[in-house]
């Protein structure tokens, strides 16, 4: 894969991309933050007005129902997640309130998202809302305007790259996108999207997350979990892992650089000492590397960087590299 025009402009300048496709629920009343916070991984409880936090949602065996990004506007919380997770989400929620004070909204298809990253993503967005954004923190959030009609925007890093997500209302968001565009955000085909996400080493939950995958396998603990905050759901799992366990666990996604010129299907099989040891979960061939790379699970006596694998292309066996992540700094 030869880095596009579009890549470049990520890399060197900035990029947008139509998030409008994610779920998008909006979590109202006095007790939003208590009910949130005895569910969630993190500590939602300590969200200040303007600030955030990513998260996941856990069943009681530690296993992933949803990762989001909570932002906390000031009188109302937003929850930004995979849209083919929303509606369970929603049901889960709406099934835990008794007489608390919380409303639950899905704005999915009344709101639209668009993602603006790379080094001048500050400068576009700042000048598109006429609103300095350059000293937002990662997480923090303000109501801006854009032609009179307002935009949340939100510090949100993601790709390996500075980024800001911008929440607005469906029929704002085609001005909002060709204000970008004019600002020199370059629109981003879905393509280099991954590309740069693989690089970054960053996990898509129902990608290379799943119903089956605990935090601590996919390298999301320190991100989305606090030990801190007292009981949620998956708690007491993760807690034995880490204290009893010694965080060891059985599986961990990996980091692969892979021999050739083409990048694995994913599911393909990884295999060390003759054995299977896992499966590819995502693959490109890098544009900044030239070369094919990966994310997969594999056993834990494989995961050091350097360790050599092998993956499997139908009857052949390619050879690959377990890799430090992200592949790309």
């Known amino acids: 894969m030869t880095a596009s025009h579009e890549y470049l402009a990520a890399r060197s300048r900035a990029g947008m991309i139509d998030l409008g496709g994610r779920g998008r629920i909006v979590v109202r009343g006095a007790d939003r933050k208590t009910f949130l916070h005895a569910l969630l991984t993190n500590d939602i409880a300590l969200l200040a007005a303007g600030s955030g936090c990513y998260a996941t949602l856990l069943t009681p065996q530690g296993r992933m129902i949803a990762d989001m990004n909570v932002f906390e506007l ?51 967005v700042g000048g598109v809302l006429g609103s300095d954004v350059s000293g937002f923190a990662p997480f923090q959030n303000a109501r801006l305007e854009h ?50 996400r693989i690089e970054a080493g960053e996990p898509a939950f129902l990608v290379d997350m799943s119903d089956d995958t605990i935090p601590p396998e996919a390298g999301i603990e320190a991100a989305a979990v606090s030990y801190l905050k007292g009981c949620f759901p998956g708690q007491e799992v993760l807690v034995r892992i880490r204290d009893r366990g010694h965080g060891k666990i059985i599986r961990k996604l990996v980091g692969l650089t892979i021999e050739g010129d083409a990048a694995p299907a994913a599911g393909s099989a990884i295999v060390g000492e003759e054995k299977e040891i896992g499966r590819v979960t995502s693959a490109v061939v890098s544009p900044a590397l030239g070369k094919p790379i990966a994310l997969g699970y594999v056993h834990r006596d494989f995961v050091d960087p350097g360790t050599a694998v092998a993956i499997l292309f139908g009857d052949d066996r390619v050879r690959a590299t377990v890799t430090d992540l992200p592949f790309v700094r």
Do not use: H, K, N
């Open 74 to 124: 000031g009188d109302v919380m937003l929850l930004d997640t995979r849209r083919e997770v929303t509606g369970a989400l929603l049901q889960r929620f709406d099934q835990l309130i008794f007489s608390e004070d919380v409303q639950l909204g899905d704005v999915s298809d009344a709101w639209g998202c668009i993602g603006v990253c790379g080094p001048r993503a500050a400068a576009v």
């Open 147 to 196: 032609a009179g009609e307002l935009v949340v925007a939100a510090r949100r890093d993601a790709l390996g790259l500075v980024g800001f997500l911008l929440f607005a209302a469906g029929s704002s968001m085609p001005g909002l996108a060709r204000a970008l565009d004019d600002a020199g955000a370059a629109v981003l085909p879905e393509d280099v999207v991954e590309a740069l």
